[in-house]
């Protein structure tokens, strides 16, 4: 269960990663 928690969390920060790359590309 923790395990899956983890995941999420990393897929979250990944996406949040993904979010601001391409805020800086939009931005450019």
Do not use: A, P, R, T
């Amino acid at each position: 269960m923790s395990e899956q928690i983890s995941d999420d969390h990393w897929v979250c920060h990944d996406l949040d990663e993904l979010k601001d790359k391409f805020c800086d590309w939009l931005d450019d």
